[in-house]
Every structure is written in structure tokens, then in C-alpha cells.
């Protein structure tokens, strides 16, 4: 049920802010900008140092909010998916995909969302047991290329990371995507120390992202 709980709240938040920062203290303030803007799916990279720190503080501090969910993102191997499993991270995404961290997230009923770029990796890590398959990076193809690989793969659930942007967010939506990873269109503020602008840029977010989807019911 752990599982199937994270999994639910990813997709009802419909966007996971990518975090990357040049320190703790910035991506923690990076992650509460986009929480307070309404973005509840947190994927804190391990390309920032002190990663797994960053997981617990915020674990600490959103404890009583059910409907944030926080991750690891940029695992590029099993120990480090581990690592963010005692950190506290809910969910485990990586830039590509790697039986070995697959295998560990199953164990643990971790979901694993691994990038993969074609329908032969899409295929690969759906027989390892993954949920949500991470097309990275989106922008080497756009919204269209959705329609083309659930032709094949109707069963898959695509999340987008990388090119998404709010001028076709919601097209990925609508193309019939699960949910989208957004880093630098959505941050970029932070390197003027600007986080009400990041605030600003999640709210967008969400509120495309629930427009799409309202015009699909």
C-alpha cells in the first residue's frame, strides 16, 4: 500500500519540482518555494552536496503534511538509492535505468523512476517492475512523441523531465502523461535569490496542469 500511497500523490500533484542547488541551505529553500506555489512532488538531486541531509530536513519539516511527497533524483546506482531510502526519500528516480537500483526500490516498495529515451528501455524497465518511466530527456522530442510510444506501450505512465516549460505543459498532459518533472524553467530564480518568483512559476504550474486535465474529463 506504501507503494501504491506514493504513487497516488505523485500523480495527483501532476508536477515533481527537480531540485538542483549550490548548497543545502539553498535547495531546501528552493523546495519550500515550490510547496508553498502548490508544487507537492519534491525530487531532491544528488548533485546537490549534503543530498541526503536535505531529505531528512524536509521530511522533518512537511511530517504533517500527507500530501507532500519527497524523492531522490539524479540516483545513479543502488548505494545511493539506499542512501536515500534512510534519508527518508519516498521515491527514487534516476537518468537512466539500472536493474540493480530497480530490484532494491521493489524490495523496499520504493517507486523507481528511471529516464529512458526509447520504446527497448520503456520495455526493459516495465518487465523490472517500474511504474513511471521518466522520458529524458523531453525535450530531444516534445509532446508529440507521447502519442507515438503509448501506440506500443498503451499501458505505460510517462512523467517528462527536461524541456518541459509552461508554454506545453500542458500539451504533455494532454498528449497523456501522468505527471511532469520541471527543474530549470521552474528555478532558474533561485540564482538571484528570487524565491516568490519561484512560488510565482509553481502556481503556473499546477494551475496548467489542472486545466489540461479538466479539459480530458
Known sequence: MQRINTLNRI???GVVAVVRADSKEEAIKISDACVEGGILGIEVTFTV??????????????????????GAG?????????IAMLAGAEFIVSPCFDKETAKLCNLYQIPYMPGCMTVNEMKQALEFGVDIIKLFPGNAYGPDIVKAIKAPLPQVNIMPTGGVSLGNVEQWIINGCVAVGVGGNLIAPAKEG???????NAKQYVERVQSARGTLQ
Open 11 to 13: 500523480c495527483n500533484s
Open 49 to 70: 552536496q549534503g543530498a541526503d541531509e536535505v531529505i531528512k530536513e524536509l521530511k522533518k519539516v512537511y511530517k504533517n503534511n500527507p500530501d507532500v511527497v519527497i
Open 74 to 82: 539524479t540516483v545513479l546506482d543502488v548505494t545511493t538509492a539506499r
Open 194 to 200: 528570487n524565491f516568490h518568483q519561484i512560488t510565482e
